[in-house]
Structures are given as C-alpha cells and as structure tokens.
C-alpha cells in the first residue's frame, strides 16, 4: 500500500520528535528510584560533608533517596571511573573536586579522560585552605616567611597530606611564585601532617580550613593567610596570600559530575535544584560551617572553571616535576 506523500512526511516528523519527547519524559520522571554520589574520599572528611549535605537537599527536593557512596584510594581516581563505567542516565554522581584537577595531569594514564567521559552538572562551594606555621618559626606574616625562607633554603620543611592534593600543589605554587626553597613532606592524610606540625617535626603547611581552625584558635598553630582571593569570614583577622603574592589563588572546590552521555534534561533538573540549595541561607549556613562559600552558575560555567583549573595545576605539575606515589 502506498503512502501519501503528505501523511508520510507527518509521520516522518513525528518520528523525528519521538526522541525529543522520550528524553523531556525522563527527566520529568526523574529520579525515579535511590540516586549514587559516589564520593573519592573516606567517610568524615570535607568531601564527605559537602556530599553529605546535597545529597540530603537533592534527597529533599527531588522526594528520592541521593545516597553517598565512599570509594576513596588513587586520589579519587576510583570513585571516577566508577562513575565514568556507570550507565549514563542520572543514577551514578561525581563529587567532583580540585583533586579531579590535579589528577588529570598527575596521572599520566589513566583509564579515563576526565575532561572527556564526566560531564559537569553543578560547582557547589569552594573552601580556602590557610597557610599555617609552628609558632617556633620567626614568621608573623607570609613577607616574613618569604624573607625566612630565602636566607634558609631548604631549612624550612613543608607538611601535606600526600602527592597531588591540594595542600600540596598549593604549596608548589606559592614556591613557584615567590621562588623559596622549602622542602616537601608527604604524610598520609591530614591528621598525620598537623600531629608533625604541631611537635615541630615540619614548620610549614597549606592545611584545609576545617583541619586547622581549632588549632589556630588555641593558639597552638599561627595562621599567615588564606589562599583565596578573598578572606574568609572564619578568620576576618587573616590576610590573603593574595595580599602579598599578587595573583595567587589556591583552593578545594566541590560539585557534582555525571558520565558525559547523561541526557541534558537531567543535567539541567540536578543544576536548577542545586543552584536553589546555594541560595538557600540554611544551606548556605551549614556550608560556612566547614568554611565554604557557594559557587553557583550553569553547567557550562562550572566546566570552563574546571578547564581553566586543569590547565593552572599542570603548570605546576610540569614546573615542580611532580609525579604521583
């Protein structure tokens, strides 16, 4: 039987808008069952925390479970590939952070490509880290610790928390910046380092905010400055490295990934919810907590600042020579 030629063009049009119409379906539709966010760290730490606390508004929000799944080991490059082998249809999230940065340069083979296999959904806040010292070292702000550290090169030893994490890296570039010698010492994890810090074993670190904060209260660490470009309202008193080094920035950073086939509609659903969470002063509150200020903006702005810190850290990487563990 032959077709007329005006009913076949109809039903060719509306075959063409079946696809369309499926995937606006799905996203009104989602979630409809239990949400992964698969976080590359341990329970309890700030990842987890920012995790914890989106996880429990997109939870709220979207009325189904978004259920935090602790995967840490190989800087987080586990928790990566398992969300980039994941089935690209919104039930498998990234916790993306300034590690993810890093590592894209770090790792010189890694089985994924992370500019190429996550897209990006949401940032969520970014957090300073703050330039700490034993109070046995002459130094009352970070000039001092420039002018110390060049008449005693390779005296000073700086702490962090591994090869590759932020406190690390951040420490590189502010040696890269000022051209001090100060020599590095990996510890694994953070409570290691600051125990050394504290006896005096290391005199130096770029230590994560909510780390550092009871101790520079008590008086036990001194604070030189924070690494963003602005001050953190958790420490008023403390100038920025900015302040001294013009055009340093350093920083942890949150948001959330998906595989890169995850249907547009899903990446725009999670990225309207989270950006109501960032507006939201509870939310907002519970991210200073931890030292955090928001960073809200399209999943296009979140991947040009990706891009853009990608690029920043394997300057550094390639300049300081650094090679994973």
């Known amino acids: 039987m032959r077709i007329p030629r005006r009913k076949s063009l109809h039903l060719m049009a509306g075959a063409a808008v079946l696809p369309a119409v499926s995937r606006v379906a799905l996203a009104q539709a989602y979630p409809s069952r239990p949400v992964r966010l698969i976080v590359g760290a341990p329970a309890g730490g700030g990842f987890d925390i920012v995790a914890r606390l989106i996880g429990q508004w997109l939870s709220e929000r979207l009325g189904r479970p978004f259920i935090v799944e602790n995967r840490p080991g190989a800087g987080g490059n586990i928790a990566t590939e398992a969300v980039v082998r994941a089935p690209a249809d919104g039930y498998s999230l990234l916790l993306i952070t300034a590690a993810n940065a890093v590592n894209a340069t770090l790792y010189e083979r890694l089985n994924f490509s992370f500019i190429r296999d996550i897209a990006p959904v949401a940032s ?182 990706i891009t853009e810190d990608i690029e920043k850290w394997a300057k550094v990487i390639k300049t300081a020579n650094i090679k994973p563990e």
């Open 124 to 305: 969520i806040a970014r957090t300073p880290l703050v330039v700490v010292v034993n109070p046995s070292v002459p130094v009352k702000t970070v000039s001092e610790l420039i002018t110390y550290a060049k008449a005693n090169p390779g005296k000073l030893n700086m702490a962090s928390t591994g090869i590759g994490p932020p406190p690390h890296v951040a420490g590189e570039l502010f040696k890269m910046m000022t051209g001090i010698d100060m020599v590095h010492v990996p510890y694994r994890g953070t409570a290691p380092a600051l125990t050394d810090l504290l006896g005096g074993q290391v005199q130096v670190m770029f230590s994560a905010m909510p780390a550092a904060i009871a101790y520079i209260r008590a008086a036990t660490l001194r604070p030189l400055a924070v690494t963003t470009t602005t001050r953190s309202d958790e420490l008023p008193d403390v100038p920025t490295v900015n302040e001294f080094v013009a055009g340093y920035e350093a920083s942890n950073w949150y948001g959330i990934g998906a595989p890169k086939r995850t249907p547009l509609e899903i990446i725009d659903k999670l990225n309207k919810e989270i950006n109501a969470a960032l507006a939201a002063a509870k939310f907002k509150a519970s991210l200073a907590e931890v030292g955090g200020t928001v960073l809200p903006g399209a999943p296009a702005d979140f991947g040009k600042f």
